[in-house]
């Protein structure tokens, strides 16, 4: 890969969407001293908030993708249901990164595992069902149980149904909406694991992780590290991601979810061209948090130092703390070793991410016990500890 010149502080950066991932993107670069103006639907984002320039419009809106490009000198992404075709208006000005080509895979689901699978990377076996009678066909070879899942809109467990007889499977299908599905075998899983890669304009790689990942409905509820594999998994899930990466040619960041099962397969579950919810404990425990890397890796600056400085738990907090009315914040501030983050998000709902709190601790099990502890302090009958 060529290395172009890079785009040093001072210079404006752009954002496709206006969510937390790009708030706190944008804190991280406004640190290192670049300007940035997002690009997103809704007013009053979290990211608007803290940034002065946005601009608010559709995504299909091309003149307004056309003016934003206009202000900035690369353009990134917070999220990945951003239509590819914005990429590609904005690509014929101003660089995207990761750009329209990685898109149009890893917002497809089915795209992403046809990518990975044809170039020998390790997935779940899964097949690609476009009616009820090929669903009901294919479902024998594949489970049961399989996992019936849309291909695009698949974030926070979306678009996706655990199947295990005909009867099932043909209600599911009309649940999810119909048209072209994947159909995947049910792994039985020994733990989730995630690794943030970033690549760099001139293809050097840096990442953090892996992450032991555990969900409660489907949601990220707690992420933390180091977790607690062999060397030789850890080692595997690096080499895996820095792989699929330059297979993808990325530059930017890509989150690679993975599968690890109780016989001991790794497998690759799903791509996310982003930062990722799974790594916010970095901006605590790295040198360099995952934003900042973000923000080295587009602007073409040399990529940052990503070890692990001390064990780290992420708790999410979701707008179901909300429910009792606003929570008493003091109860984690005096708690030493948690930090508070919270998205400015004006309406809290139940699911919605509202925040995180991260807590440092001798060992990834001991963060995990503190931050539960922590965030079970917000809920007065202690539902939410886990």
């Not at 320039?53 to 202000?71: H, I, K, M, N, S």
């Not at 979306?158 to 005909?166: C, F, M, T, V, Y």
């Not at 009867?167 to 599911?172: D, G, I, P, S, V």
Request: glycine share 10%; hydrophobic share 45%.
């Amino acid at each position: 890969m060529s290395r172009a010149a890079a785009i040093m502080p001072g210079a404006t950066l752009g954002v496709l969407g206006g969510g937390q991932l790009a708030r706190m993107f944008a804190m991280a670069a406004r640190r290192l001293g670049y300007e940035v103006v997002v690009f997103a639907p809704d007013k009053d984002t979290p990211a608007g908030q803290v940034c002065p320039r946005t601009v608010t419009a559709d995504y299909g809106d091309g003149q307004a993708l056309r003016e934003f490009a206009a202000q900035v000198e690369v353009v990134t992404l917070e999220f990945e249901n951003v239509p590819a075709q914005a990429l590609e208006t904005i690509e014929a000005t101003t660089p995207v990164r990761p750009g329209s080509q990685v898109l149009a895979i890893t917002q497809n689901r089915l795209k992403e595992k046809s990518f990975l699978a044809e170039r020998g990377f390790p997935v779940t076996p899964f097949r690609a069902v476009r009616g009820v009678e090929q669903l009901l066909s294919e479902l024998p070879r594949v489970g049961p149980p399989a996992v019936l899942k849309t291909v695009g809109f698949g974030y926070d467990g979306k678009g996706q149904r655990l199947i295990a007889s005909d009867q099932e499977a043909a209600q599911a299908f009309a649940e999810l909406g119909s048209g072209e599905m994947v159909l995947e075998r049910f792994v039985r899983l020994a733990m989730e694991l995630s690794v943030i890669g970033a690549r760099g304009i001139d293809g050097s790689f840096a990442c953090f992780g892996p992450v032991e990942n555990r969900h409660c409905q489907h949601i990220l509820d707690v992420s933390a590290v180091p977790a607690a594999v062999s060397a030789e998994v850890a080692d595997r899930a690096v080499a895996l991601t820095k792989q699929v990466m330059e297979a993808l040619d990325v530059v930017g960041l890509l989150c690679v979810e993975f599968f690890l099962s109780q016989t001991g397969e790794l497998l690759v579950n799903e791509l996310a061209p982003r930062p990722h919810n799974s790594g916010h404990y970095s901006i605590e425990a790295c040198p360099v948090s995952q934003f900042e890397q973000q923000v080295r890796a587009i602007t073409g600056l040399p990529l940052g130092a990503t070890e692990l400085l001390k064990p780290a738990a992420m708790a999410n907090l979701l707008g179901d703390l909300w429910a009792g009315g606003e929570p008493d914040w003091t109860r984690v501030l005096c708690v030493p070793g948690v930090s508070l983050h919270l998205y400015g998000k004006r309406e809290a709902r139940p699911g919605r991410k509202m925040g995180h709190l991260t807590a440092l601790a001798a060992s990834a099990q001991a963060a995990r016990d503190l931050v539960l502890a922590a965030r079970g302090q917000l809920s007065q009958d202690g539902s939410l500890v886990r």
